[in-house]
Structure formats: structure tokens, C-alpha cells
């Protein structure tokens, strides 16, 4: 089984910075795409931000600019630098990953717990 552990969320102030972690462990034998969503409150959990295997990267357009995944296929880590945040960035945070196990034929997706990120004065 696979199992994605988050850090790095928090409250940070409009204008702040923070630099989300995941880490996938398990019996992996490759992590293809790597992805990063969010789910403010009342609202859709949306695609924030997503690498491929070989370092590809595609944005939300509300978070060009500012946000910048990538990964650390040695360490199987995806990280996301959130910079200049605004409020309407406030969301919990999910990290999301397509793994081929040993255990398993082919690849599925798997999901972190969340973080929660508040951007407030």
C-alpha cells in the first residue's frame, strides 16, 4: 500500500510564502505523474498543479506565476512553493500521485490525508 504524508501547511499572512512536501512510500516501482489540489470550503476540490515523471510542469491559471511544483524522484517527493499568497488561495491541500506498485498490474492514483493552508491578517 501507498501512503503520501504532507507537511508544511499552515497560516501564513497575504503576501507570504509556503513550501509544501509530500512523500510517497511504499513498494513503489514508479511514480508517474505528480499533482497537487485544492479544495477551499463550499467549493470543488481543483487541480492546482501537476509535474510529470520527467520534470513537465502544468498550472492553474490562478497560480501561474506563483506556485511552483516539482519532484524529487530519488526521494519520491513533490513539493509545491507557494509565493506571493492571497487569501483566496486558503484551501486544504491535497497531494496526489499515479503509482505502479509491485503489488500491482498497472498504475493508480493515490491521495494524501491534506493539508490545510490559511492565508489571513
Known amino acids: 500500500q501507498v501512503q503520501l504524508v504532507e507537511s508544511g501547511g499552515g497560516l501564513v499572512q497575504p503576501g507570504g510564502s509556503l513550501r509544501l512536501s509530500c512523500a510517497a512510500s511504499g513498494s513503489i516501482v514508479r511514480i508517474n505523474a505528480m499533482r497537487w489540489y485544492r479544495q477551499a470550503p463550499g467549493k470543488e476540490r481543483d487541480l492546482v498543479a501537476r509535474i510529470s515523471s520527467v520534470g513537465s510542469t502544468n498550472y492553474a491559471d490562478s497560480v501561474k506565476g506563483r506556485f511552483t511544483i516539482s519532484r524529487d524522484n530519488a526521494k519520491n517527493t513533490v513539493s509545491l512553493q507557494m509565493n506571493s499568497l492571497k487569501p483566496e488561495d486558503t484551501a486544504v491541500y491535497y497531494c496526489?500521485?499515479?503509482?505502479?506498485?509491485?503489488?500491482?498490474?498497472?498504475?493508480?492514483?493515490?491521495w494524501g490525508q491534506g493539508t490545510q493552508v490559511t492565508v489571513s491578517s
Open positions: 496526489n500521485a499515479d503509482i505502479i506498485l509491485w503489488s500491482s498490474r498497472g498504475p493508480a492514483s493515490y
